[in-house]
């Protein structure tokens, strides 16, 4: 492990769960140590950061480090690397790994991978089911002794209604949360593309947005019945959307994410036959961005995930029906969420921090408020950088960005993992 | 920028109207005695079919002869090029080979497109999934003007297109260049076979229009479809959407009928075309050359094509 830095963060605005002020943060030994204006810079490295935003580091619900079994498209530490460039000090990684994480021995190996790499807090998550086939369930009880607290089968839906409820009961005495893709697989097979005059007009085959909006209602009744709580992932729907809110309004233990991608790209990005705009679930219209974007705004959605999915050039070379789904996030869901989302920083943040802590589990050290005696998770953002998606300067191992030269207001300086400084001036220092 | 020819809508109104005229003289050509010219001697087309399509191929290729040029051919099924050998890898080894025209048949939506990111050659979509066929529309529509003896405007032609709409690219290209120049299409079949959306015209029931119409164009039904759940079964989607013998008898005498080949006789067809006075398939076989002639002398010629 690399040593603490010991260092005084002069001069930003500090944004937290409690507010904004602004304030010097000094941080010793892992901890934040001091807070207060002009505070004696002694021993420790004055970093200048006047005119940005220091928060809690981000997290991010949603993450596929493709470690074990895909280190072509991304392994543990490219991951970590882009996650921490992105601002983020913790990351769920998705349990569609090769082996899948459904085992102690998997997860604990995602775990220790994460830990060695030291760029960021790795929290593998569990599937639901063995294998992610949708039959049998997979031992909670003895993954949540080891950490996992998110158990989903993304990438997949959990297709078996009667299935998902005992996976509900089950999960509820644990006090884990069962995280759904919602899909209905019978609804889109083959699809390429959402489903719309767009996906008419090319000929691709199209992913209903009622496939995805049959599982949320699905998934809202069975957290309604169970009492158990339901997160769900990647919303792209207006309607879903719609849905959550009703839920949250009668006091459902139901949470949601959403994607930079779907609040800033539609499903006319297809017309290129682009392959890095292939996603699962895909680009939608601009009626459902305007429903995800207010979604994020009002609280309905708690959290902005990436659904980061690395895939190397030779997979996404291919035909459309043949090139896998997922688009490249950590490093731009920041500067894509801001110029995208008409909210105050406060609120953008929280999407970013703290909700997503509570949700994954792990506010006990991510998305903390930034007082003293505090872990020293930060992100240090330049609130008024102009940048460009350069695909060649990404840390991941993969590079298919969707937002390849496109413009973003927005970007991270610094970032603090326990205490050390993983990302300084915009660069990874390891 | 090299110019391509991947769809109607790509080309646009102009440039369309343009490849019409040129397939007329290339027809012309055709009715030479000695039909082949000089015209690309020295280019060479590349025929990447990544679908079987017989027909097409040949087509492209005697096209491609006729006006001299350099011909290969990699017909594969696209399950088997992919063993060890990306798409890409295919056209950037074939380009190393000097290629100037890639004519691409894919049964995937788009590559025609990903191609051209992957060559500096020009494409010529010969068939892209269920997206578009556009030389099959330029012969189609070169085939009305022809018979009916009209030029590059359309208007007040009727046209119904029958069949499964939602996974032809013929249906898709042909009704783009139709509406192009004016004319006026319907699309006939249940919703099963329509696309998901779409602004032309539908209707379910043949009947209401097949007497009625200037242009019956009856698009090949795949028999895969019908056990997909798409139509119930053959016998159901002849009987409501297949060219039978009381239909035939219901087009007007100057009505056109049209179809792009293979039929599936006893499917959409259960008439013989060739006892129909009506019938274009033949002469669309024919112009399909001059029209494919035309849009590859438009890409890559420079020398004349005279006798």
């Known amino acids: ?430 | 920028m090299t110019l391509h020819f991947r769809s109607i809508e790509e080309a646009g109104a102009e440039r369309i109207c343009r490849l019409l005229d040129l397939t007329e003289h290339m027809a012309a050509v055709g009715r030479r005695p000695n039909p082949k010219v000089p015209a690309l001697r020295g280019k060479t087309v590349c025929n990447l079919f990544f679908e079987d399509s017989t027909r097409t191929r040949m087509s492209f290729d005697l096209a491609a002869k006729r006006l001299s040029a350099d011909t290969m051919t990699l017909a594969v099924s696209s399950s088997s090029v992919n063993k060890g050998e990306s798409l890409r890898d295919t056209v950037e080894t074939l380009d190393a080979m000097g290629v100037d025209v890639f004519v691409v048949r894919h049964r995937t939506s788009g590559v025609p497109w990903q191609v051209a990111g992957w060559t500096p050659a020009a494409v010529v979509n010969a068939g892209d999934g269920w997206h578009a066929h556009p030389t099959q529309a330029l012969l189609d529509a070169y085939t009305i003007r022809q018979r009916r003896g009209i030029a590059n405007d359309f208007s007040g032609l009727r046209v119904a297109v029958v069949g499964d709409i939602r996974h032809s690219r013929v249906a898709r290209s042909t009704t783009e260049i139709l509406q192009l120049l004016g004319a006026e299409v319907v699309h006939v079949a249940p919703r099963t076979l329509l696309p998901p959306a779409s602004d032309v015209a539908t209707t379910s029931n043949l009947d209401d229009v097949v007497s009625e119409v200037d242009v019956v164009y009856m698009l090949r039904m795949q028999r895969e479809r019908m056990g997909a759940g798409l139509v119930p079964d053959g016998g159901e989607y002849s009987h409501r959407f297949a060219l039978d013998e009381r239909r035939a008898a219901a087009l007007r005498s100057d009505a056109l009928l049209m179809h792009p080949g293979p039929m599936n006789r006893g499917v959409e067809m259960m008439v013989d075309p060739a006892e129909l006075p009506q019938s274009t398939i033949l002469d669309q076989v024919t112009n399909g050359i001059a029209a494919r002639m035309a849009v590859l002398f438009e890409l890559l010629g420079s020398g004349g094509i005279e006798e």
């Open chain 1, 1 to 430: 492990m690399m040593q603490h830095h010991n260092m005084v963060l002069v001069g930003a605005t500090v944004i937290d769960e409690t507010g904004e002020r602004t304030a010097d943060v000094r941080v010793r030994e892992g901890t934040i140590a001091e807070i207060g204006s002009d505070l004696s810079v002694g021993d420790d490295e004055h970093i200048d950061v006047s005119g940005c935003i220091i928060a809690p580091g981000f997290v991010d619900l949603h993450t596929h480090l493709r470690e074990p079994g895909m280190p072509e498209a991304e392994t543990i530490e490219t991951g970590s690397r882009a996650a921490a460039l992105g601002g983020y000090t913790a990351v769920v990684a998705m349990p569609n790994t090769d082996p899948t994480q459904d085992c102690v021995e998997v997860v604990e190996f995602v775990s220790k991978r994460g830990r060695e790499v030291g760029l960021c807090d790795v929290r593998p998550s569990g599937s639901i089911t063995i294998g992610r086939a949708g039959t049998q369930l997979t031992p909670f009880a003895e993954l949540a002794a080891v950490g996992v607290h998110m158990f989903t089968d993304d990438g997949l839906g959990v297709q078996d209604e009667g299935l998902m409820r005992r996976a509900l009961e089950y999960a509820g005495e644990l006090g884990v949360v069962l995280a759904q893709h919602c899909e209905v697989a019978s609804l889109t097979e083959g699809a390429v593309m959402h489903e719309g005059e767009c996906c008419s007009h090319l000929g691709l085959p199209g992913w209903p947005a009622l496939a995805e909006e049959l599982m949320v209602h699905r998934d809202i009744e069975l957290s309604r019945l169970t009492g158990s709580p339901v997160h769900l992932l990647h919303l792209s729907t207006a309607r879903s959307v719609e849905m959550v809110r009703a839920a949250k309004t009668e006091g459902l233990a139901v949470t949601a994410e959403a994607t930079p991608h779907h609040i800033s790209l539609n499903d006319e990005r297809l017309a290129s036959f682009d392959t890095r705009f292939k996603v699962n679930p895909p680009l939608r219209t601009m009626a459902d961005i305007e429903g995800v974007k207010a979604g994020l705004i009002d609280g309905t959605i708690d959290a902005i995930a990436t659904d980061h999915a690395p895939h190397p050039p030779v997979a996404k070379d291919r035909p459309l029906d043949e090139a896998p789904p997922g688009m490249l996030g950590l490093e731009t869901a920041l500067g894509v969420a801001r110029s995208h989302l008409d909210c105050s920083w406060q609120h953008l943040l929280g999407a970013m921090s703290w909700r997503p802590a509570k949700i994954a589990g792990i506010d006990d050290r991510h998305g903390r408020p930034i007082v003293v005696g505090e872990p020293a998770n930060l992100a240090v953002i330049d609130p008024d950088s102009q940048w460009e998606v350069d695909p060649s300067a990404l840390a991941s191992r993969s590079r298919n960005t969707p937002f390849i030269g496109v413009g973003l207001t927005a970007r991270i300086r610094h970032t603090v993992f326990e205490g050390r400084i993983v990302v300084r001036g915009g660069k990874a220092t390891a």
